[in-house]
Nanobody
Framework: QVQLVESGGGLVQPGNSLRLACVAS????????TAWFRQAPGKERVLVAA????????SYADSVNGRFTISRDNGEKTVLLQMDSLNHGDTGIYYC???????????????????WGQGTQVTVSS
């Protein structure tokens, strides 16, 4: 089981950028699909971005497509979420998630991920 720790959240004004980082320990992220989910107070946790374990496939929610970019570092120990042109709808707790090794997952399905970070708060407010 891989342990995940997120960082990089904060309070920003609309139009600004943030970069979230998810650092893996206990294992690395090779052969694991990895995703970022967002949860607003009183709402369900929903996918914002995901990357597959092979083939370089990425998936984004319609609301962030073109503004957010998910990527891995060269050592595959860190997953980044670059968030540009932030708006009020991007507010929430962002969670990093990883799937089992060498597993083809349904990228938007929470149940297909087995490892979760503690979350980092992103607040977009003027």
């Amino acid at each position: 089981q891989v342990q995940l720790v997120e960082s990089g959240g904060g309070l920003v004004q609309p139009g600004n950028s943030l970069r979230l980082a998810c650092v893996a320990s206990g294992s690395d992220l090779r052969l694991r699909a990895t995703a970022w989910f967002r949860q607003a107070p009183g709402k369900e946790r929903v996918l914002v971005a995901a990357v597959s374990w092979a083939g370089g496939t990425t998936s984004y929610a319609d609301s962030v497509n073109g503004r957010f970019t998910i990527s891995r570092d060269n050592g595959e120990k860190t997953v980044l979420l670059q968030m540009d042109s932030l708006n009020h709808g991007d507010t929430g707790i962002y969670y990093c998630a990883a799937a089992p090794v060498a597993t083809m997952v349904r990228l938007s399905q929470i149940d297909d991920y087995e490892s979760w970070g503690q979350g980092t708060q992103v607040t977009v407010s003027s």
